[in-house]
């Protein structure tokens, strides 16, 4: 971990840039934050045997995908412990994510051929949602179940946001998910609805927000003085 910023927003929590020596409690994060994910349970069919393997493949793949190609990823620590991580892909890398070979050999080796297929209609999906093509992609976001609803999900978001509006080649930040009781949460951050994509029987949420000097404006112009 590098780049250690207090934030001022909460007293007790520190957000960090993450390198690949947080790798492995990056990991351990997000599985847990995705394992009862109503989208990853479709995806990766929780039915069959094998479910959490699936689910721990992914995470793995994608976190190695984010570092080799020197994404950025973020979390936030209280003392020493890192509670919570989210990964920020360039504009385009989500996009173009059906290219990378070399990733999709390993997720049909680990994840499985249906899965790896699944999930790469499934991002397509989210791309022909997009208002801009230019928009920041947010694949990976969790918190460790222990400090959920102490502010710290909110806090990480707020840094994930810094970091897009200091990129220029991003227009705004997209993120999805399958569980309808974030939304008021990602709602009071600004995020708007694109669109929803069916899953089986239920439907995951793609959610969109502005990033830039020209967003910060309009949201200070809307608010009361």
């Known amino acids: 971990m590098r780049d250690k910023q207090e934030n001022n927003n909460n007293s007790d929590a520190v957000v960090v840039r993450l390198d690949e020596t947080a790798r492995n409690e990056a990991q351990s994060i997000l599985c847990h934050a995705y394992r009862e994910d109503p989208t990853f349970q479709y995806l990766f069919d929780h039915r069959r045997a094998g479910y959490d393997q699936r689910v721990r493949a992914t995470v793995r793949e994608l976190i190695d995908l984010y570092l080799e190609l020197n994404q950025d990823a973020v979390g936030v620590m209280k003392g020493d412990t890192l509670i919570a991580v989210a990964f920020i892909g360039d504009p385009e ?72 509006e200091e ?58 003085h």
């Open 93 to 164: 890398l989500r996009m173009n994510l059906a290219e990378q070979l070399s990733w999709r050999i390993r997720m049909v080796l680990t994840a499985g051929f249906a899965s790896t297929r699944r999930y790469l209609d499934y991002h397509q999906k989210i791309r022909d949602l997009l208002p801009h093509p230019q928009a920041h992609q947010l694949p990976l976001m969790g918190v460790n179940p222990k400090y959920q609803n102490q502010g710290y999900g909110r806090v990480l978001l707020k840094a994930v946001e810094k970091l897009c």
């Open 167 to 224: 990129n220029p080649r991003g227009k705004g930040l997209v993120l999805d998910t399958g569980n309808s009781r974030y939304l008021p949460f990602y709602e009071s951050e600004g995020f708007r609805s694109l669109g929803k994509i069916r899953l089986g029987d239920f439907e995951d949420h793609v959610l969109f927000r502005e990033i830039g000097s020209e967003a910060s404006d309009a949201r200070n112009e809307a608010t009361p």
